[in-house]
């Protein structure tokens, strides 16, 4: 049987790149999207091909159509199929509170936040609907606990675009059910990340863990094995659903 194919946007760092590895080992073809940083795609993708699967390395910037297109492009060019999205793909910038936003950087969130992850559905969603031909799939949105605690003096510009990105879970879940495509959403708390340093304090999640019921900070490989099983069988009566990995907060 022909190996199946998931795309994880932004895979070639921190959750997405354990995220990419997971389904490796799940035993899934892997196309890695980046935006930037070549050198660490091109090494998760040979980490890939140790586990003994194939793996591709697309640059583009999600929040650009032309761009996804391409990407989409490249993925049916390369692989002829796609079971499974993972929009993980996601920024934040420096620490602040709402008073002193622009326009600009609340653009520029959710440009990749929320219109990449839209995006990318609708391209998955045309290469995944039953209606329209094809196998089905599963598609998995990176989601925040920001979106429920709001990031207060932090970004809340970000906080609002996982809010978005979590009402685009529900409806979309619901449009595509019929059409053998399931979404669903995993919410992480504090992960161990080079994410907080893009925030202006990489250090972070050692500074709060301690606020957490759990008392630590998450890693994220136990992301990754909370989008795994919203990608496998196991959840195969789950759509529209949440998985929180945060810690108990
Ligand atoms: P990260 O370490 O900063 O990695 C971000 C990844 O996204 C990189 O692969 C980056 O590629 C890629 N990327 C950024 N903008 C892109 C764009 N416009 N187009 C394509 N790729 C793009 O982030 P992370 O902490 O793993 O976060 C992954 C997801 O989890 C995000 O959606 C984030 O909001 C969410 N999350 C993280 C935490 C946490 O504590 N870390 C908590 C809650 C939610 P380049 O390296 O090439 O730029």
Same mark, same amino acid.
Do not use: W
């Given at each position: ?10 895979? %070639? ?6 995220? &990419? ?26 980490? /890939? ?11 583009? *910037? ?20 796609? *079971? ?12 602040? !509170? ?44 990176? %989601? $925040?606990?920001? %979106?429920?605690?709001?990031? !207060? ?7 609002? %675009? ?22 669903? $959403? ?15 304090? !990489? ?16 890693? !994220?490989?136990?992301? &990754? ?9 196991? $959840? ?6 949440? /998985? ?6």
């Amino acid at each position: 049987m022909a190996v199946k194919v998931a795309l994880i946007t932004g895979g %070639s760092r921190g959750i997405g790149a354990a995220t &990419a590895k997971r389904l490796a080992k799940d035993g899934y073809n892997i196309v890695i999207n980046y935006r930037a940083n070549r050198l660490a795609a091109e090494q998760i993708t040979r980490q /890939i091909e140790n586990i003994g699967r194939q793996a591709i390395a697309i640059q583009a *910037d999600i929040s650009n159509e032309d761009d996804v297109q391409r990407l989409f492009q490249s993925i049916d060019e390369h692989f002829g199929r796609l *079971d499974v999205l993972i929009n993980n793909a996601g920024i934040l910038f420096t620490q602040s !509170p709402v008073v002193e936003l622009t326009a600009e950087r609340i653009n520029r969130v959710l440009a990749t936040n929320v219109t990449g992850s839209f995006l990318c559905c609708i391209e998955a969603i045309k290469r995944m609907s039953t209606r329209q031909g094809h196998r089905g799939g599963n598609i998995v949105n990176v %989601s $925040s606990a920001a %979106s429920r605690l709001g990031a !207060p003096n932090e970004y809340v510009d970000y906080a609002a %675009s996982k809010g978005a990105m979590d009402t685009l879970t529900i409806g979309l879940a619901l449009e595509v059910a019929e059409e053998g495509i399931r979404v669903n $959403s995993v919410r992480p708390g504090l992960i161990y990340t080079e994410m907080h340093a893009d925030g202006g304090e !990489p250090n972070r999640v050692d500074r709060l863990k301690n606020n957490l019921p759990l008392k630590r900070g998450g890693t !994220p490989e136990e992301v &990754a094995a909370a989008i795994s099983f919203f990608v496998s069988e196991e $959840s195969a009566y789950s759509t529209g659903a949440f /998985i929180e990995v945060s810690g108990g907060r």
